[in-house]
């Protein structure tokens, strides 16, 4: 019975993985060293971890001389000797002179041409973006900044329509049993209030606020569509509640049908109930998009 052959050394098997790699092109596999080598699974592993090891190192250290062009170099020419046989001494005391060389016996070295190894291309500087001034979407270039239009112009309009809608509303109330109350009795006996003025707070406040949270574009998708339709109900409510004031008191009336009276008795409970769920829409909305 003949003993196992003694395991080569890892030293010893490394040319052979080397010409395997070369043979397949890159790192192979284990089990082709395995079958290859005729070697087991650990000194597999060994060899195959020892190849790509190899192969890291030749990647991350190039050759600084891989892209060197080669060039050609004369060989060294031997100096002339010093005097030759045409030549003889002048005088005893006197020096020998050299010999005279012709001059195209001796061959100058070309000139040995510079390697240099190649330079990455730099990347393209930036270009710079020189600034200019902003301009406004209603301006022109190399025209004075226009002033902006201040608020007076909307003040001056809001003022006559708050006067006559104010009027409006409160005269519509009174028509249709909205009055002087004691809102604290038995508290403050002498405090009263005309419930009359709740009327243009409640639904014209609304109605701009309702305006601003859908034209300011900050509210959410679903506040948005309620307040834009909420909004609009809001303004068309308040113009028929000052075309219904001004028909009745040309008409001589001092006293409201019972279905004017209805609405307009209702208007304070729908505003609340519509600023409550638009306020409760651009919360919640806001608290999921989070």
């Not at 079958?35 to 192969?55: D, F, Q, S």
């Not at 031997?78 to 020998?96: D, I």
């Not at 050299?98 to 393209?124: C, K, N, R, T």
């Amino acid at each position: 019975m003949t003993a196992p052959a003694p395991a080569r050394p890892l030293a010893d098997l490394m040319p052979a993985a080397r010409d395997l790699a070369e043979q397949v092109g890159g790192i192979p596999s284990r089990n082709r060293i395995m079958t290859e080598l005729r070697v087991g699974a650990p000194k597999a592993t060994a060899l195959r971890e020892a190849l790509i090891a190899e192969a890291a190192e030749a990647e991350t250290v190039p050759d600084p001389w891989r892209f060197a062009e080669p060039t050609d170099v004369p060989a060294p020419v031997s100096p002339a000797p010093a005097g030759s046989a045409g030549h003889a001494l002048g005088s005893a005391g006197s020096a020998a002179e050299p010999a005279q060389v012709p001059a195209g016996s001796v061959a100058v070295p070309a000139e040995v041409e510079q390697v240099s190894l190649p330079v990455p291309a730099a990347y393209p500087p930036a270009p710079v973006v020189e600034a200019s001034p902003q301009v406004a979407a209603d301006e022109h270039p190399g025209t004075p900044t226009a002033r902006r239009n201040g608020t007076w112009p909307l003040v001056l309009i809001g003022l006559p329509a708050f006067v006559a809608i104010w009027s409006g509303w409160v005269g519509l109330g009174g028509l249709t049993g909205f009055g002087v109350v004691h809102p604290l009795p038995g508290i403050a006996d002498g405090f009263s209030i005309n419930t009359a003025i709740t009327l243009p707070i409640g639904v014209e406040v609304y109605a701009a606020y309702s305006l601003r949270a859908w034209l300011a574009g900050s509210a959410p998708a679903r506040a948005r569509r309620f307040a834009k339709w909420s909004g609009i109900g809001s303004l068309a409510v308040g113009a028929l509640g000052q075309v219904a004031y001004h028909l009745l008191v040309a008409a001589g009336i001092h006293s409201a049908p019972w279905w004017i009276t209805t609405l307009v008795a209702c208007l304070p409970v729908a505003v609340l109930g519509m600023a409550a769920a638009l306020a409760h829409l651009m919360h919640d909305d806001a608290e999921v998009t989070r």
